[in-house]
């Protein structure tokens, strides 16, 4: 009878170890979601209802303002600088057309810079990529405020209509790193799809 008890004791224990545990893991994993921003995802590298594959090589850095996600792209090679690619989001029906927005990249370079822009379907998703070539003025701030005058910089641009708003991707540096890893750029586009 006392081994019996016994038993019973350990599995009922068990039970309530491996639900105390769940209930741990589930409010570990709510409280993670909380914290992610408007339109994000628990899937590593999406927000908005789409997600991508990061290119090999370009490395996450730490989240910053105004940004789904920022990655750094590596240079070709010693003494040229190293590129930018910014993920922005700013919630459904927030951030402006795809016109305001080829309209506000284009003027980040002086006189615009040489640029073109094309769009296409893919993977279902409506996607318009923008190159921009020329004097960039590198803005930043709350503002946009042109910092500093970089020439013979490039810009590679995706704006991505994603079922929940629009999603940009801006990719630059100086024209040999964006040429570069211009080819990984162009994988990540492809790689997108729905949720």
Known sequence: MKKILLAVSIIVSIGLIAGCSKKTNESKEQSQQQNLGPGASAIPNAVAGI?????????????????????????????????????????????GTVEDNLKRWISQFENGGKHEFSST??????????????????PSGAMMESTDKKPNYRLLGAIVEAPQGMV????????????????????????????
């Open 51 to 95: 997600h991508w594959t990061v290119p090999q090589g370009w490395t996450a850095q730490p989240k910053q303002q105004m940004r789904a996600a920022t990655y750094k792209v590596p240079s070709p090679k010693e003494g040229v600088e190293p590129g930018d690619c910014g993920v922005f989001y700013f919630g459904n029906g927030q951030g």
């Open 121 to 138: 379907d893919i993977n279902n998703l409506k996607v318009t990529t923008v190159q921009i070539v020329g004097t960039y003025l590198a």
């Open 168 to 195: 940009f991707f801006k990719f630059t540096g100086p024209a040999q790193t964006v040429e570069a890893s211009e080819p990984g750029f162009n994988q990540l586009v492809n790689s997108l799809s729905k949720d």
